[in-house]
C-alpha cells in the first residue's frame, strides 16, 4: 500500500521556522522525483519546491526562494521542506507528491496544516 505521510505543521509566528518531513512507503522511493504543493483558502493549489531523485537538482515557487529549503534522504525514504522567515501569506495546507521518473505514475500525501499568525 503507497504511502505518502506528511508531519511538522502548526502554528508558528510571522518571521518563525517549521520543518515539514514527508516519509513515502509502498514504492521505490529514490526513483521518484518529490515535490511540495500548497493549498492557502480561497486559492490554487501551487507547487512549492520540487527536487530531484538525487537531491542534486532544485526548484522553488518565486515566492518561497531564499526563505524554503527542499532536501531528501533517499535512506530513510523522507523529503523535508524547512521553512524560515514564515509569513502569513505562507498559510496553507502542504502537500507532499511523488512523481515517478518517465512515468506517469504519481501519489499524493494528506496533507499538513500550516498557519503563520501572531
Known amino acids: 500500500q503507497v504511502q505518502l505521510v506528511e508531519s511538522g505543521g502548526g502554528l508558528v509566528q510571522p518571521g518563525g521556522s517549521l520543518r515539514l518531513s514527508c516519509v513515502g512507503s509502498g514504492f521505490t522511493f529514490r526513483y521518484y522525483v518529490m515535490k511540495w504543493y500548497r493549498r492557502a483558502p480561497g486559492k490554487e493549489r501551487e507547487m512549492v519546491a520540487g527536487?530531484?531523485?538525487?537531491?542534486?537538482?532544485?526548484n522553488y515557487a518565486e515566492s518561497v526562494k531564499g526563505r524554503f529549503t527542499i532536501s531528501r534522504d533517499n535512506i530513510r525514504k523522507t523529503v523535508y521542506l524547512q521553512m524560515n522567515s514564515l509569513k502569513p501569506d505562507d498559510t496553507a495546507v502542504y502537500y507532499c507528491?511523488?512523481?515517478?521518473?518517465?512515468?506517469?505514475?504519481?501519489?499524493w500525501g494528506q496533507g499538513t496544516q500550516v498557519t503563520v499568525s501572531s
Open positions: 507528491k511523488a512523481e515517478g521518473m518517465g512515468s506517469n505514475t504519481e501519489y
Open positions: 527536487i530531484t531523485i538525487d537531491g542534486g537538482r532544485k
